[in-house]
C-alpha cells in the first residue's frame, strides 16, 4: 500500500487564538502565555456600555471613541473660554441698517465713455537749456538768405542763343516770392536750359548731374640690352569713355 500523510487530531484549542494542540501541556502552556499578552493589549478599554473594544495604544482608542461614541458625548456650554464658538450674532444690530435704493427692473447700458481715461504723459528726459537757447535766431546764423524773384521776361531772339549758353550758378533755391527753404552747393559743370526767363535755377548736390564715366590708365614697361647694357622704357596712357 502506498504511504500516506496522517495528520493528528488536535484536541485541544486556544479559546483567545484558536490555535490547536495534540498535548495537553503544550496546550496549558499556551494559555498562560496568550492570557498575558490579551492582558497586556487590553491597557486601554473602551469605557461605553455594551462595547467591549480594548487596545494597547491610546490613538487608537480615541480614533474609536470619534468614530462609534461621537453621538453619546456631551455638548459644550457657551461660556468665555470657547468664544471661537460663538454665535456672533448680527452686525446690523450694532452699526445700524441703511436705505437700499431700489434697482429697475431692466440694465441700463451707458452710451459712451462714462470713466474718462488718466492723461499723465511720461516726463521728457532732456538737458536744461537757458534763456539764451530760448531766443529767435538770426537770419544768417541759420544759413538762410533773402532773395526777391524778379519778374519774367522775354528776351530777343538773337539774346536767346547767349543766354542758353551761360554758366548757371545759384547758392539758394527759390520755392515763392521771397521764401528759402534752403542752401544750395554752386554746381561744378554748367547746365543748358532750354527757358531763357528762367534767370535763377539751384540744383541739390546729392543728385547727380554728370554723365558716367569710366577713366583708364596704362603703364608699359620695356626692357633691353644693348651692348650688355639694360634699358628701361616706361610709358604711360590715360583716356575716359562717356
Known sequence: ?????L???KKYRCPICSIGFVEDKAWSDHLIICGREKMEKQS???????????????????RHT???????????????????????????????????????AFDL????????KPTTPSPVFAPPRSRDDFAKPNAQSSGIATVTS?????????????DI????????SIVSDKVIQEPCVPLSNPIEITFPFMRSFCQ??????DLPQRRHKRKRIVRSEDNGRLEEVTSEEEWCDY
Open 44 to 62: 486601554f478599554v473602551c469605557t461605553e456600555d455594551g462595547c467591549g473594544y480594548a487596545t494597547s495604544k491610546k490613538s487608537d482608542l480615541n
Open 1 to 5: 500500500m502506498p504511504k500516506t500523510k
Open 150 to 162: 524778379a519778374q519774367p521776361s522775354v528776351a530777343p531772339a538773337d539774346e536767346q542763343e547767349s
Open 165 to 172: 549758353n551761360n554758366n548757371i550758378d545759384s547758392s539758394a
Open 204 to 209: 541739390d548736390a546729392t543728385t547727380q548731374t
Open 66 to 104: 470619534k468614530r462609534k461614541h461621537a453621538a453619546n458625548e456631551v455638548a459644550h456650554d457657551d461660556s468665555e473660554s470657547n468664544w471661537e464658538e460663538q454665535d456672533p450674532g448680527e452686525l446690523s444690530d450694532v452699526v445700524g441698517r441703511k436705505p437700499v435704493k431700489p434697482v429697475p
Open 109 to 116: 447700458i451707458p452710451l459712451g465713455r462714462v470713466i474718462r
Open 7 to 9: 495528520t493528528p487530531v
